[in-house]
């Protein structure tokens, strides 16, 4: 019944004329908070069969993730926890570098007893994940990274001086007292001008993670995500020099009106068997301007 309720989703996002609002995830799915790594992180869990973890970034939750979660599920143990400090997990003062979230994560997978798994990961998500499979090797067994860089990898000294990534440097109590109360103008400048369409983004998806956002400590973790990426740099070219190119298969995901193939390039500096990809007729916002393209990509991947 779950591949059969998935066979029919899928169509459904194929045959879809535009993005709707946040997808939610399946009624078999459940949510518990996870003790791992010195805090607790929010997690959903349902399906059957491999696990797959999925990693969403900033101005998301995991919750972007409910429409690929219901076309996995039927085949697949999902697996999605919110990241350190967003979302609905808790708000450690410290531990924002990407490599210590991804013990995060692996401490996740050991909770739920999952040995091995694939990994899907988009913006943020893409710098825990690669500190993930680089860390643990034998416990990612395949990646799709989607649309952002990774610090201190390929271009990125290039990638950093872009004016559409002044937000990397803003931080601090006055910019924070600058945001508080409206957190929802802040996160408008991100789906309008990091997405093809604005309109794709439509106004309950926006008030969805706007209020996530608008949560105690939420907005201040968010930049502590930023703050850390002179370390993450640093930590990622370590990680590289000491543990050589991954060897497991990666797709690389970039979207059209965004990272486009630059995606590739990156994955092909720390990863040795790499396929490109790309979603058509999107910005940086994927799951929510063309979740159709996305999921199918995906799913091809994961599923040879």
């Known amino acids: 019944m779950l591949r059969y309720f998935a066979a029919v989703l899928?169509?459904?996002?194929?045959?879809?004329?535009?993005?709707?609002?946040?997808?939610?995830?399946p009624a078999g799915f459940h949510t518990q908070m996870v003790q791992t790594n010195g805090?607790?992180?929010?997690?959903?869990?349902?399906?059957k069969g491999p696990a797959v973890v999925m990693l969403h970034g900033f101005a998301d939750t995991g919750d972007m993730w409910g429409?690929?979660?219901?076309?996995m599920a039927a085949d697949h143990t999902v697996i999605v926890p919110d990241l350190r400090g967003m979302g609905l997990s808790e708000h450690p003062d410290t531990g924002y570098t990407?490599?210590?979230?991804?013990?995060?994560?692996?401490?996740?997978?050991?909770a739920l007893k999952v040995q091995k798994a694939d990994l899907v990961t988009h913006d943020i998500g893409n710098m825990v994940g690669y500190s993930l499979a680089a860390q643990y090797p034998a416990r990612i067994t395949r990646w799709v990274a989607i649309d952002a860089p990774i610090p201190g990898i390929g271009d990125w000294d290039n990638i950093v001086r872009s004016p559409l990534l002044w937000h990397f440097n803003f931080r601090g109590p006055d910019m924070e007292r600058l945001v508080q109360g409206r957190e929802r103008i802040y996160l408008d400048r991100f789906w309008n001008e990091l997405s093809a369409d604005p309109k794709a983004i439509d106004e309950a998806t926006r008030q969805h993670y706007a209020a996530l956002y608008a949560r105690p400590h939420a907005m201040h973790d968010a930049f502590e995500q930023f703050a850390a990426f002179n370390q993450d740099a640093k930590d990622d070219q370590e990680l590289l020099a000491k543990g050589g190119k991954l060897k497991m298969p990666v797709l690389a995901i970039g979207a059209e009106k965004s990272f486009g193939k630059a995606q590739a390039d990156v994955l092909n500096v720390v990863a040795s068997n790499v396929s490109g990809g790309s979603v058509p007729n999107s910005g940086h916002w994927i799951m929510e301007e063309n979740p159709q393209a996305t999921v199918k990509s995906i799913t091809d991947f994961l599923r040879k």
């Open 98 to 110: 990407k490599k210590n979230q991804a013990v995060d994560i692996a401490g996740v997978m050991d």
């Open 67 to 71: 429409a690929l979660a219901t076309v």
């Open 39 to 47: 805090t607790r992180l929010y997690v959903r869990v349902g399906g």
């Open 10 to 25: 899928l169509a459904a996002l194929v045959s879809a004329p535009a993005p709707a609002a946040v997808t939610p995830f």
